[in-house]
């Protein structure tokens, strides 16, 4: 049986990884498991040692301690869809605009080519006691898209309901409301998402909905829209063959993950997909 893994070690910011594999175990079932990834063998006593003084509730008889690189290891259990769904926290330790500069949680993202699920600096599970709502980022691109699938499946595990996200910035709806070309920005970018859902009816099944949104930036109009949200979970990809160790350049995926309060699941698609 599928099982949830997370990601932890003996920093208080990683231990609060265990809050965010609860809030999705709740509607995932299966098995919840901690796994800790150590260098050599003469540090797995150290590590296990460090973790029997933390509080790890009912889920310490779960925790296996690994050898290996950490995030070699931990991509290998995110990428085998066999294996369940890995959940871990990005560490925050660094200035803003270095949070995960050089991070595991970037590098396993980055070889993974799988749907992580991450907990940012902000990540509040008070403010989710379910995951009623998926919502998934796109822009147009192939690549944005490529999550698409492994949301649907997700929202499914989750008996959640899926919802499509698309910006228009504030300079494309400025040059719609020139004269003839009234309201045509938005009935082309409405356009799209209508079609990316309809499509996604007739594929699989699910019902979508959609919502176009505004503003100066993605990162900023999303990061508005999500702020108010309860039991939620953000998902999109990153771009560039980098991964997420692309963030420090000021991407989308970066500043919500900084941000967002809720669960944000992201994937580096695979070249050629």
Not at 82 to 91: E, Q
Not at 139 to 165: F, I, M, Y
Not at 235 to 247: A, K, N, Y
Request: hydrophobic share 40%.
């Amino acid at each position: 049986m599928q099982a949830l893994h997370v990601a932890v070690d003996e920093s208080t910011r990683s231990l609060q990884g265990i809050a965010l594999g609860e809030l999705l175990h709740r509607q995932w079932g299966g098995t919840m498991t901690l796994v800790s990834v150590v260098a050599s063998t003469e540090q797995a006593d150290k590590r296990r040692a460090a973790l029997d003084r933390q509080e790890l509730g009912d889920y310490r008889e779960s925790l296996e301690i690994v050898t290996g690189d950490a995030a070699e290891v931990l991509a290998g259990l995110a990428s085998d869809p066999g294996k369940g769904l890995l959940c871990m926290t990005s560490h925050g330790r660094r200035p803003a605009s270095e949070l995960l500069l050089g991070s595991v949680a970037a590098e396993t993202v980055r070889r993974a080519g799988a749907l992580v699920v991450l907990g940012g600096p902000q990540f509040d599970p008070d403010r989710h006691q379910r995951i009623d709502t998926l919502m998934v980022c796109v822009d147009g691109s192939r690549p944005a898209e490529s999550v698409l699938e492994p949301a649907v499946n997700l929202a499914r595990r989750l008996d959640a309901r899926l919802q499509l996200l698309h910006v228009i910035q504030v300079e494309s709806d400025v040059a719609s409301a020139l004269p003839g070309h009234a309201g045509h920005g938005d009935i082309m970018e409405s356009g799209y998402v209508q079609s990316l859902a309809r499509r996604i009816r007739e594929a699989d099944g699910f019902e979508v909905d959609w919502e176009v949104l505004h503003g100066d930036s993605p990162a900023e109009a999303i990061h508005r829209y999500l702020t108010p949200c309860t039991n939620a979970m953000v998902v999109m990809t990153t771009h560039g063959r980098s991964g997420l160790s692309q963030v420090a350049t000021g991407s989308v995926s970066r500043e919500i993950l900084h941000k967002a309060h809720c669960p944000v699941g992201i994937m580096r698609p695979v070249k050629g997909g």
